[in-house]
């Protein structure tokens, strides 16, 4: 973590409430720094970089995960993600720049591979904060983002198998099922998730941020996820920091994730705290036996991100898992903070 203290960082009103923490009069960081979720580890380094060169965070962080978004080996963002229930692939990405207040989100967008950069011109073309659907796919093109098909061959034959292997009670079938495993459930698929998240600090304080996604492989058409809904898979505020979130994005919207990581630092919790904070709401808030596995915990894996305008960050999960972060240091995977231990099953 940066040895910068956050010491200061709050004030108090006369009567002693807290209030927004007041912008430090000077924040001059050793190096850029960028935090994202594990598929980012090229992400954080170019954003860090083009944040070097004098990019506004926002920007740095778009062009960080344009490079996943372009990846078709990565079957969770942009082209080559995982389609929808009709084998159709709808993308969801938000985008939120620190010192304008702005932000910026496309969902269920068909056939553009970089939502976050529609995003990025929602925010900076429109009075709005969010377009869905044909409408979001007009708008792109009026900005003349090209259109391409983007189911890959090898995700089309991830959505095949789900297809054939969801339900015993339909008429579609895998050659499996014509043998010795006969009618077994097939939970390969179930709670497939994916995403990057993308939380960017300049030298100055200034901050960023991006999350975009193909969503829960194999939802229901038209359903959006938390990744472009800002204060949900991502939130970032000037005076404080920034906070998101990948994994099932239906318990990040349920529990508010980025903004409440980002109010939680603003109350004085440090990255990795407010981001555990944000894991214990989580499982507050998951009631339903469905979601729960036989010990009562949730049978999904959430992970949050975070990072504060001193340059500290962090990242907690419910289950064991990895981060990139990119700083003075350089570019690296870390062990998130977990609240159990083992991996998500
Ligand atoms: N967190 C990504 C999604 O659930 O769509």
Request: some cysteine; overall charge neutral.
């Amino acid at each position: 973590m940066s040895s910068l203290s956050r010491r200061g960082f709050l004030r108090s009103t006369a009567a002693g409430a807290l209030v927004a923490p007041a912008v430090p009069a000077f924040v001059r960081l050793q190096a850029p720094v960028a935090v994202s979720s594990a598929n980012g580890i090229k992400a954080v380094e170019l954003a860090v970089q083009r944040m070097s060169e004098g990019w506004r965070p926002v920007d740095a962080a778009v062009a960080g995960v344009e490079l996943v978004e372009n990846d078709p080996e990565d079957d969770s963002v942009g082209i080559g993600g995982l389609p929808n229930e009709d084998g159709i692939v709808e993308l969801d990405a938000c985008v939120m720049d620190g010192p304008s207040g702005l932000g910026g989100a496309v969902a269920a967008l068909q056939n553009v591979k970089n939502p976050a950069q529609v995003a990025l011109q929602v925010m900076r073309h429109t009075d709005h904060v969010l377009l869905v659907g044909e409408g979001a796919l007009r708008f792109a093109r009026a900005h003349g983002f090209k259109e391409e098909n983007l189911l890959t061959e090898k995700s089309r034959q991830k959505w095949i198998e789900w297809r054939e292997k969801r339900s015993a009670i339909d008429d579609w079938i895998s050659p499996e099922e014509n043998g010795e495993h006969g009618k077994e459930w097939f939970r390969k698929y179930k709670h497939k998730t994916g995403t990057i998240h993308l939380g960017a600090v300049a030298a100055n304080g200034d901050v960023g941020s991006c999350t975009t996604t193909s969503g829960l492989a194999f939802k229901l058409a038209g359903r959006v996820g938390d990744s472009p809904l800002l204060g949900c898979g991502n939130y970032c505020d000037n005076d404080v920091g920034t906070g998101g979130g990948t994994g099932r994005g239906e318990a990040c919207i349920l529990a508010n994730g980025g903004a409440f990581i980002v109010h939680q630092m603003a109350l004085g919790k440090s990255p990795t705290d407010a981001c555990m904070e944000a894991v214990k709401r989580v499982v507050r808030l998951t009631k339903v036996k469905r979601l729960l596995d036989a010990k009562g915990r949730p049978d999904f894996q959430i992970q949050f991100y975070a990072t504060n305008k001193a340059g500290q960050f962090g990242a907690a999960a419910l289950y064991a898992d990895k981060f990139a972060v990119c700083d003075g240091n350089g570019a690296r995977l870390a062990d998130m903070a977990s609240l159990y231990a083992e991996p998500v099953k």
